[in-house]
């Protein structure tokens, strides 16, 4: 069975999720929990294969050229951790279904926990370094969205930023370690790369791409001194921070370390910093968690403790070091998922987990006491449980260490230390809260929560009991399989039985034990009555003040930046532009200078001069009209389009000369909409300000004239070069054989470059909604609205009152400039002539660009003659919607080629034969550039109507209210 759909089913359910009704509490969780449920029987199913020795592998061409296929690949450690988040999921999805609020919209919460889990299984089943970065953002995107579900909280903003932040910065570090990474091997194929662990490591770029590569697993791990977003983001709910701790976010970055471990470990480098920061973690998570009061706070400093455990092993250079730390991690997901529900379960039902107002519960709430006696002993690493027999496997460890005297002592020191913080902050957990006497000023009476809340904390109870018990029986094989890729294949020799006899590891365990009850007592009065209120030592450290800290300072520095640099005015920035541009085009070809190529030229032609030196005219003469009449000036500068349209034309490009020619008309219509917004020029008021105004005119001209130049120059020196030493015989060669189509152009938009078109039309759309977002709340100033005619940047009301009529009679003069009938019998003949360039783009000069362009012109002279009302009254146009509808008929088309097993937006042309028409030429590209066509549409329409609905709100003089329009305004609205 595809193991694509496993990677695809949370996703559909997330999106299944995302359409219930907003109080759908039982239904969404429900189907969460199916989809969970359904996940984990089809990764279990998969188990005997696996065992048998396989590796399953699927690989779809994305990106072959660049070495970057979608490859989804499932080993034993993959499998193990496919087995953590679609079980824990299962449960806490049942879990929450329970603790979520009436109140909240509960399915918004399922189709994030859905894409989550989506997101975390992408990292897990990736065969590929690209596609592995990618889904590693992925994860922190939907972390951010859980983590701030209660955005109406404060906290809960603070904790996704700050989460977003750390690890979303660790990823993109992690991305280019890599890239790097992938060019060292040669490929970015994770099989390849394992592979390659002896060229990888005596690579010279070793050093720098581990530093990044670690950067990110390090901060999506909350290893020191990246742990500071940990302890903020248990301001999301706790089904989410269960989810979290146990079995995705955090464990993606350990899961990255061993995932990598064969490739990269061996090295001291790779010793120093993963042990390192292992080390400091384990001890400093577990030193802050004895003092902690919020139950959810001690156990995020205990995941902190816990990840640092798994890193240190990680980084120990050892097989069974790394064995050890596959067990750990799979221990660590059952108890602290259950310690995490055990806490939500008090908080739900006593309305507090502050633990010095909570004590005595155990006679209220026995059950739920028990239990979290038990995830609480597992913790601790109290004998029979399955946590104690991976801090036996870790202590071994630590002890067998040969590297340096000091560290061989000191290492085992610092393991039983941490140790015995472990057991002192178990036993507040579980003394402090359900023993002694019956708390008086709970907001709620504790008593037990409904029964199916408790059932998943009872399955994850259950199994550290079994497996500590029971180990070879019930986790061998499953910790065999897991480990085994881990490693490299051959595994180390170790034992998961129970009794060792007395050793090295037995004793630290005591130690850790005995020393743990003792602290305990020791700390129990001053923390019961408050007189530790900070963290002995660490008091002055806070890292959430130094998080905002840091982000306040890059803010002040940036704002200082931009004052140096920037300015208000659009001409400072636009000469800083050029100049910087001409100095790095000067300082590229210093050396070698410019030389012309030895290709034939083009006859002079006397009529294409004439056409150029009109067009030098009219740009002149725009920069002349600039200072004094604006809409002359726009006139002008149209001139000057249709010159470039023309000269397209000239050298065989109708392509090109109809999309420019199409661009202008709606350029000059934005234009015309966004003049009247301009500030009134300012006057010279004396001779010396004159002479200044001047000298600075005469400095921009010089400038214009120096870089145009400079490029006609680089323009020529191509275009005089032959045609081998270009790349246009690459697409006029290829275009018809291999993209079905005649027109060159059409074909690379729509085929060999796909990708690019439709990175633009996402643009696009992107400009269009922020446009919109931007101007939907915009009221212009009342001293603009109320300017008098003679000091309004436009000559009086030529622009809005054409485009916008205000009264009957302004109507009247609309009506009598252009027949608002003759334009409306227009529009089918312009949709027409669309659809026609549409059909014909592929083999013929048209495409969906200039389609769209067309039909979009052919709306906009609807509004410029019969005003926006009579426009949104008799067509419904929903805009944005034409842009939704364009980005996934794109995307559809490339995923279409992905699932047929062709690389991503692959181009198929299929001819059909029909009666009286004949043979019909049919490529799949029509669809993608259907995507083009219905992007641009949607995007330039929501632009112009945007802007033409602020001159509808200015001439009211209403700044205050806000004009409902059918065109886009009214879907957001």
């Known amino acids: 069975m595809d193991l694509v759909y496993l ?89 929450a279904r329970y603790y979520m609020s009436k109140n909240d919209p509960v399915p918004r919460f399922f189709s994030f926990f859905l894409a989550f889990m989506g997101a975390m299984l992408g990292v897990v089943l990736s065969g590929n370094l690209v596609q592995i970065a990618f889904f590693w953002e992925l994860t922190s995107l939907f972390s951010f969205l859980l983590i701030g579900y209660w955005h109406h909280r404060r906290d809960a903003r603070r904790g996704a930023r700050m989460a977003l932040t750390i690890t979303g910065a660790g990823g993109l570090a992690l991305l280019a370690g890599m890239l790097m990474l992938g060019h060292i091997v040669g490929s970015y194929d994770l099989d390849a790369v394992l592979a390659a662990g002896d060229r990888v490591r005596a690579h010279e770029l070793y050093t720098t791409m581990v530093v990044l590569v670690l950067l990110g697993a390090l901060t999506k791990s909350a290893q020191f001194p990246f742990h500071v977003w940990l302890p903020r983001a248990m301001a999301a709910p706790t089904p989410v921070s269960a989810y979290l701790h146990s079995a995705t976010m955090v464990k993606a970055g350990v899961f990255l370390l061993a995932r990598l471990w064969p490739a990269l470990s061996g090295t001291p480098e790779w010793f120093w910093i993963v042990g390192g920061a292992g080390v400091v973690t384990l001890v400093l998570g577990a030193y802050i968690a004895m003092f902690q009061n919020d139950l959810k706070g001690l156990l995020a400093y205990s995941t902190i403790s816990h990840l640092g455990l798994i890193t240190l092993l990680l980084g120990l250079n050892r097989d069974l070091a790394a064995v050890a730390a596959v067990f750990h991690i799979m221990n660590h997901a059952t108890f602290k998922a259950s310690l995490f529900m055990a806490a939500g379960i008090i908080d739900h039902e006593t309305g507090s987990r502050d633990i010095r107002r909570l004590s005595g519960l155990f006679k209220a709430m026995p059950i739920t006491g028990t ?75 504790p008593h037990e929560p409904v029964r199916w809340m408790r059932v998943p904390i009872e399955v994850l109870v259950l199994v550290c009991i079994v497996v500590g ?49 003792a602290l305990f007592l020791l700390l129990h009065k001053a923390l019961e009555t408050g007189r530790l209120k900070h963290v002995p030592l660490l008091q002055g450290i806070d890292g959430q003040r130094l998080f905002q800290s840091l982000l306040y300072g890059l803010d002040r520095a940036s704002r200082r930046g931009l004052t140096l640099l920037s300015t208000h005015r659009l001409q400072p920035q636009m000469l800083l532009i050029v100049l910087a541009a001409m100095a790095l085009a000067a300082g590229a070809l210093w050396r070698g200078g410019v030389t012309w190529g030895d290709r034939e030229r083009v006859p002079a032609s006397f009529e294409f001069a004439l056409i150029w030196v009109l067009g030098c005219v009219c740009a002149i003469a725009t920069a002349n009209q600039a200072k004094f009449h604006r809409l002359a000036a726009l006139v002008l500068i149209g001139a000057v389009g249709l010159a470039v349209s023309l000269t397209f034309l000239w050298f065989s490009a109708p392509d090109l000369a109809l999309t420019q020619l199409t661009v202008e008309v709606v350029t000059t219509i934005l234009f015309l909409l966004g003049l009247r917004w301009l500030p009134k020029r300012l006057q010279d008021e004396s001779p010396r300000l004159g002479l200044k105004v001047r000298a600075r005119r005469a400095r921009d001209f010089t400038i214009a004239i120096a870089s145009g130049c400079g490029l006609a120059a680089l323009a020529y020196a191509m275009m005089t070069r032959p045609a081998p030493q270009s790349i246009s015989p690459f697409f006029i060669d290829r275009a018809l054989p291999e993209g079905g189509g005649t027109n060159v152009v059409n074909v690379m938009l729509v085929d060999f470059r796909g990708l690019d078109t439709m990175g633009e039309i996402t643009v696009l759309g992107i400009v269009g909604l922020t446009v919109y977002a931007l101007l939907r709340r915009f009221r212009p100033p009342r001293e603009m609205i109320e300017l008098p005619p003679q000091q309004r940047a436009v000559p009086p009301d030529l622009v809005s009152d054409l485009i916008n009529p205000r009264t009957a009679q302004d109507t009247a003069l609309g009506y009598a400039m252009v027949p608002a009938v003759l334009v409306r019998l227009l529009m089918p003949v312009a949709a027409v002539i669309s659809m026609h360039f549409f059909m014909r783009g592929h083999n013929l000069p048209g495409g969906g660009f200039v389609a769209g362009l067309v039909l979009s012109i052919a709306f906009i002279t609807q509004y410029i003659v019969a005003g926006t009302h009579w426009v949104e009254a008799h067509l419904q146009l929903r805009v944005i919607r034409w842009i939704a509808v364009g980005l996934l008929l794109a995307l559809g088309t490339g995923l279409g080629a992905l699932f047929l097993g062709y690389p991503f937006l692959t181009s198929h042309t299929a001819h059909f034969t029909l009666p009286l028409l004949g043979e019909i030429h049919f490529p799949s590209a029509l669809f993608f550039d259907a995507g083009v066509f219905a992007a641009v549409v949607g995007s330039t329409l929501l632009i112009l109507t945007a802007l033409a609905h602020q001159s509808v709100r200015s001439h009211r003089k209403a700044p205050e209210k806000t004009v409902t329009a059918t065109t886009g305004p009214r879907e957001v609205d």
Not at 12 to 41: D, E, I, K, N, Q
Not at 479 to 499: E, N, Q, T
Not at 503 to 508: G, I, Q, T
Request: aromatic letters at 12%; glycine letters at 8%; hydrophobic letters at 60%.
């Open 469 to 517: 018990i029971f180990p070879q029986w019930s986790i061998g094989p499953a910790l065999d399989l897991a480990a085994r890729p881990v490693v490299g294949g051959a595994m180390p020799a170790y034992s998961l039985a129970i009794w060792h006899g007395v050793n090295k590891p037995l004793v630290m365990s005591m130690i850790a034990l005995v020393g743990g009850i």
């Open 7 to 95: 990677l695809l089913l949370p996703f559909a359910g997330s999106l299944v999720a995302a359409l219930m009704p907003t109080h759908a509490r039982t239904a969404a969780a429900t189907w969460a929990a199916l989809v969970a449920a359904a996940g984990l029987v089809w990764v279990a199913l998969l188990f005997p294969q696996l065992r048998a020795g396989e590796v399953l592998r699927e690989e779809y061409r994305w990106i072959p050229s660049a070495g970057i296929n979608f490859v989804i690949r499932m080993d034993g450690f993959a499998w193990m951790f496919a087995m953590l988040v679609t079980g824990i999921g299962t449960l806490v999805a049942l879990y």
């Open 371 to 445: 239990l979290a006696l038990v995830a609480s002993a597992a913790m601790a690493g109290v004998p029979l449980m399955n946590g104690f027999l991976s801090k036996e496997m870790f202590f071994a460890e630590t002890i067998d260490l040969s590297a340096m005297p000091w560290l061989d002592v000191g290492l085992p020191i610092a393991a039983t230390v941490a140790g015995i913080f472990a057991v002192v902050y178990s036993l507040r957990f579980s003394v402090d809260v359900f023993f002694g006497p019956p708390a008086k000023d709970l907001p709620l009476e």
